[in-house]
């Protein structure tokens, strides 16, 4: 029989690609991951790791025993948790949430969820998809509110990690400018022309997107100031610090001051959904289901034209 323990220690090992950092992870030895991965290939009677002067790596069989491995983490989380509810009479939901998306949507799918279900305990995680997503397939989130960029989204029709994708809305990106610049009063406005500008950004996967965009422009985007809250960011431009991309669900009330202009193709957007866990308890599906529909109610709500300027 597989031991659960050796498992983790795989686990680990994958997450870091080395036996020195996953020992350090576990507190161990490195030599004690070594055993302990070596036992694990004992009992299954195949290599689970191939080792290299460039690290370890999975192999075929250890790709496989992780993908089962987080699911046996996951359902021990779902039942941990369910055996909690059942000691306190209440059912609980985490949620993961970027910070725009849960501000916007969030509340109003809440609302009538949590008076109509009074036994319901909601908690909420603040987290960027990179981090949510992870959580829901480890079992520390029941649902994830996310995001991604143009292109595929990040859990694909028949993915083993335990996770479904459901698309909710476009949040496409807008020019941020002071309401004195020279493109404050256009229709629209090609890249190509802010290749002299100087650039706030609101999210740091912002910055990636900015850089990938400006490279097809034939230019790179000079950045003064990097942040983490679009707020910020928007005040920045006001003070004319620079220029901004910022998603429409940040601009539900752009500081007095500020032109929003759409960008001419291609515009960017972000593409948002839920993502949520297949092996979710079934004490807890009936309520993800509910916050589901809120959640679709609340996007569709929200205008598709021009965010407002607080002018």
Same mark, same amino acid.
Request: include cysteine; charge should be neutral.
């Given at each position: 029989?597989?031991?659960?323990?050796?498992?983790?220690?795989?686990?680990?090992?994958?997450?870091?690609?080395?036996?020195?950092?996953?020992?350090?992870?576990?507190?161990?030895?490195?030599?004690?991951?070594?055993?302990?991965?070596?036992?694990?290939?004992?009992?299954?009677?195949?290599?689970?790791?191939?080792?290299?002067?460039?690290?370890? @790596?999975?192999? =075929?069989?250890?790709?496989? /025993? +992780?993908? !089962?491995?987080? *699911?046996?983490? %996951?359902?021990?989380? &779902?039942?941990?948790?369910?055996?909690?509810?059942?000691?306190?009479?209440?059912?609980?939901?985490?949620?993961?949430?970027?910070?725009?998306?849960?501000?916007?949507?969030?509340?109003?799918?809440?609302?009538?969820?949590?008076?109509?279900?009074?036994?319901?305990?909601?908690?909420?995680?603040? @987290?960027?998809? =990179?981090?949510?997503?992870? /959580? +829901?397939? !480890?079992?520390? *989130?029941?649902? %994830?509110?996310?995001? &991604?960029?143009?292109?595929?989204?990040?859990?694909?029709?028949?993915?083993?990690?335990?996770?479904?994708?459901?698309?909710?809305?476009?949040?496409?990106?807008?020019?941020?400018?002071?309401?004195?610049?020279?493109?404050?009063?256009?229709?629209?406005?090609?890249?190509?022309?802010?290749?002299?500008?100087?650039?706030?950004?609101?999210?740091?996967?912002?910055?990636?997107?900015?850089?990938?965009? %400006?490279?097809?422009?034939?230019?790179?985007?000079?950045?003064?100031?990097?942040?983490?809250?679009?707020?910020?960011?928007?005040?920045?431009?006001?003070?004319?610090?620079?220029?901004?991309?910022?998603?429409?669900?940040?601009?539900?009330?752009?500081?007095?001051?500020?032109?929003?202009?759409?960008?001419?193709?291609?515009?960017?957007?972000?593409?948002?959904?839920?993502?949520?866990?297949?092996?979710?308890?079934?004490?807890?599906?009936?309520?993800?289901?509910?916050?589901?529909?809120?959640?679709?109610?609340?996007?569709?709500?929200?205008?598709?034209?021009?965010?407002?300027?607080?002018?």
């Amino acid at each position: 029989m597989i031991d659960v323990h050796r498992l983790r220690v795989l686990r680990e090992v994958a997450r870091h690609g080395s036996f020195n950092k996953a020992a350090g992870a576990l507190r161990c030895t490195p030599s004690a991951v070594s055993q302990q991965i070596a036992a694990l290939e004992r009992t299954l009677g195949a290599d689970v790791v191939s080792r290299s002067t460039r690290g370890v @790596h999975l192999t =075929e069989s250890g790709r496989l /025993l +992780v993908e !089962s491995a987080e *699911a046996i983490a %996951a359902e021990l989380q &779902h039942v941990q948790r369910q055996i909690a509810d059942l000691s306190t009479g209440t059912t609980r939901l985490t949620i993961a949430t970027f910070t725009s998306g849960g501000r916007r949507l969030l509340p109003e799918a809440l609302r009538g969820l949590c008076a109509a279900h009074p036994e319901l305990e909601v908690a909420i995680l603040e @987290h960027e998809p =990179e981090d949510s997503l992870p /959580l +829901v397939r !480890s079992g520390g *989130a029941d649902l %994830a509110l996310a995001y &991604h960029f143009d292109g595929p989204p990040p859990v694909r029709p028949g993915d083993r990690s335990g996770l479904e994708w459901t698309p909710l809305a476009d949040d496409p990106l807008w020019l941020v400018l002071p309401d004195g610049h020279r493109m404050a009063g256009a229709a629209e406005v090609h890249l190509a022309d802010l290749a002299e500008e100087r650039w706030v950004l609101g999210c740091l996967s912002t910055a990636g997107l900015l850089r990938d965009l %400006a490279a097809l422009a034939g230019f790179a985007p000079r950045i003064s100031c990097s942040a983490t809250d679009y707020f910020f960011a928007a005040s920045l431009v006001g003070a004319g610090v620079g220029i901004s991309l910022l998603p429409q669900l940040a601009l539900d009330q752009v500081p007095t001051g500020l032109a929003v202009v759409p960008l001419a193709h291609p515009r960017p957007s972000r593409h948002v959904g839920i993502a949520v866990s297949t092996r979710r308890g079934a004490a807890v599906r009936p309520y993800l289901d509910l916050l589901a529909v809120a959640l679709r109610s609340a996007a569709d709500a929200l205008s598709a034209g021009r965010p407002g300027a607080g002018h």
